[in-house]
């Protein structure tokens, strides 16, 4: 929130503006009415402002400037707000800062659109449990460390989780097999610096997820980047490339976030209306239950809104796993249904007692979470494996599970609607002890 | 002039200034709200005084012009609309030459996933073309509230532009136009990340245009991102975007732009009969985001979806002041936005009746110039 001070207005025009309480840039910009422009005064509008704590008197004050000067403020403050936070410049121009992280395999690379994900921008995975979505956002938190000549964008990660425990055992078995993969290329790289490297922050309800996303969040990005500025200038004034230098280099600025997963806390809170029975009975649960869908989509978008802004002041690249939900049979009828993605031609064969995956499944959190995110990855299987390790994550890997990895929509690739292994958007992995791995199709 | 200035200081004769002071009209802003005609009954004023009225309540040269219809129809005839890289697409608009029409807005609607961004990027790139071409000859601004413009993208959007420009330019011996760098330059873009950041685009967009006479086309994807869900007050929401797309829309006029607006879908909960089913033709309880304001200030909107399996894609016509209601096929490839590849396919078959040429006929698009045939008749 700007105040218009920084507007250099005439000051009987900052003062009645003041006293109408539109006194910073942005209640300027939202709260103008058209009605001032058209010398209408809208009886909404003062009833609004008088509830504010703005006396009648002040809002009759803002009445008495002509439409000119109401219209010269309202043209600074646009002024301001487009030299000091919109960045315009060529498509051309652009394409520099444009980067893209590696999902860590060459086949999933080529899958999602040749070189990975997008900076900038939020992908959703989403697939059913025990599919590696968790695997891949580890291989993530791995691959964002390299150097960007390697895929990488030499970076930090914070893993934000709504899920329980942090998979360490897993992680580190995966950072020993990392940095034995690296050895040759990157032989900073040891399994200390990729350690200090993951932040993890816990989000055990929807309160606390809302508080680190307005707060804690940006700070800490900010953190990294202020910090990787001091370095710089330290490496500057002492010149020499001994241990300092590597002591430095420890800490990267954050790349990437990864939310595993969005769905959590978004599901478990929708209450239906506040407890106790009222007389009303039925409306009153009915509007509470209505008013809690429409507040959580206003959540949605808020958190969207959030993670797009930081994504792309610092250039970063967002994940949000996200988890299935059941396509209702009055959904499935119509034509189609809103997104569902399409099981294989095997899937229907599938018959465990566990996952009825002849059943169609969507990603949740319906269209107004689609609508925000710009990129959907679906991980999909055909069978269980055969034995679960430890934390629940698959060790050994059944002959026959047939797992794929699906572009459902992306700005950047194309997406294979039809499933054809043959097209680009599309390929089966499997998941060994180094990560998740992609299957070359063998056509 | 301002509403409050007391009516007793225009310049009237003393017997007119009388007879309003006694009337109880105070301020100017008073006598304006009200027809003259009515006024002039309720006083008693004779027609000269009714008119010396009107001209110092509205001085002359306060903007108002009347043209004939020929006139406009002349006007119209000269301006350029944008090919949309597919003749299918192009001929739903109807027109001389098809393609999107200056001077207006029009609203391009669909799932996430529906190639809105895309069509976005490729008419970026077509505002470029000379208008021989199907283009407009000059540059375009992209205000991206989404962050689904990627420039590596249009990257590959304007190398195949540039390489069709380059075959055609080499057939009719002239010299090559438009190389792809100089196509990703005439594309002014800037991303906003809320509602205020977009209301000053918008103000600050009219000294854009008056700086830069050469932009024929404004793209704003998406226009519903910013305002959905996050207003709490619903009415406040709808004033801000219908005033909005008023500036939009006067721009598009005053400047002959081709003005594309994108608009997010969303669910249809307890939609009652009729209203809302003349958006779900498609009958998958979505329906365009932002409410009748918004879709009374568009000229023109599109449907884009698909209905998966195959590569086809497709575009309805829901709102036209010309053309019935239609719909297309179209392809999305890596060279960007075409009519459908295979002609074997259910080709440019048209759902529900329409104004087409070339219903029977796979491989006649319609309403295309010789021009645009040359031009886009190669499928890779």
Known sequence: MTSINVLGLPPSVRDALIKASLDTVEDLLLYTPPGLSNDVPSARFKRQQVSKGVSSSGYDRLMNLTPSEIAFAYDQAAAYIFETKIAYGSAHDLLQDESWLSLGDPVLDAAVGGKGIMTRAITEIAGESAVGKTQLCLQLCLTVQLPESMGGLDGSVVWMSTEGKFPYNRLESMITQFVAKHQEDVPDMDADIIRENIYYESMADQETQLHIFNYQLPILVHDTYLSQEDDDDKEEDHGDHTEEHSASSRKKPIKLIIIDSITNNFRSELTVGSSGLDQAGNQGAKAGFRSSILQRSADICEIGLRLRTLADQYGLAVICVNQVTDVIAAESTSHPPPLPFRPLPQTRDFTSTLHDTGKLKKPALGLVWENTINSRLVLQRTRLPDSYGTEGYAQTVSQETHRTLSVVFSPWSGHNRSNDPSQPGHCRYKIDETGVVGIPNTN | ?380
């Open chain 2, 1 to 380: 002039m301002a509403s409050s200035r007391p009516a007793v200081t225009l310049r009237l004769t003393t017997l007119l200034r009388d007879k309003i002071i006694r009337s109880g009209y105070t301020t100017v802003g008073d006598l304006c709200a009200i027809p003259i005609a009515d006024f002039a009954k309720e006083l008693k004023l004779t027609p000269e005084q009714a008119r010396d009225l009107l001209d110092q309540l509205h001085p002359k040269g306060s903007g108002v012009k009347s043209f004939t219809a020929d006139q406009t129809w002349e006007q119209e005839k000269k301006l350029a609309p944008i090919t949309t890289s597919s003749p299918a697409i192009d001929s739903i608009f109807g027109g001389a030459h098809g393609g999107i029409p200056p001077g207006k807005i029009t609203e391009i609607c669909g799932l996430p996933g529906s190639g809105k961004t895309q069509l976005g990027i490729q008419l970026a790139i077509n505002a470029q073309i000379p208008r021989s071409m199907g283009g407009a000859g000059g540059s375009s601004i992209y205000i991206d509230t989404e962050g689904s413009f990627v420039a590596r993208r249009a990257s590959q959007l304007a190398s195949a532009c540039s390489a069709r420009l380059k075959e055609t330019s080499n057939a009719a011996g002239t010299k090559p136009v438009l190389a792809a760098d100089d196509l990703l330059r005439g594309i002014q873009y800037c991303r906003v990340h809320s509602p205020v950041e977009f209301i000053a685009m918008i103000r600050i967009l009219g000294s854009i245009l008056q700086e830069h006479p050469k932009v024929k086309l404004v793209v704003v994807d998406s226009i519903s991102f910013l305002f959905r869900s996050n207003f709490s007050d619903t009415r406040m929401r709808t004033k801000l975007v219908a005033s909005l797309g008023r500036q939009l829309a006067d721009l598009a006029r005053q400047h002959d732009l081709v003005v594309v607006v994108m608009n997010q879908m969303t669910t249809t909960i307890d939609a009652p009969t009729t209203g809302k089913r003349a958006f779900d033709p498609l009958d998958d309880n979505v329906h365009p985001a932002l409410g009748e304001t918004w879709g009374s200030i568009c000229t023109h909107r599109i449907r884009l979806y698909d209905r998966g399996g195959g590569q086809q894609r497709h575009a309805r016509m829901f709102k036209s002041p010309t053309m019935q209601e239609q719909t297309v096929a179209f392809h999305i490839g890596p060279d960007g936005i075409s009519d459908v590849v295979d002609p074997t396919e259910s080709g440019n078959k048209v759902e529900g009746g329409g104004i087409r040429a070339g219903e029977d006929d796979d491989m006649d698009f319609g309403n295309t110039s010789t021009q645009s045939m040359l031009f886009w008749d190669d499928f890779s």
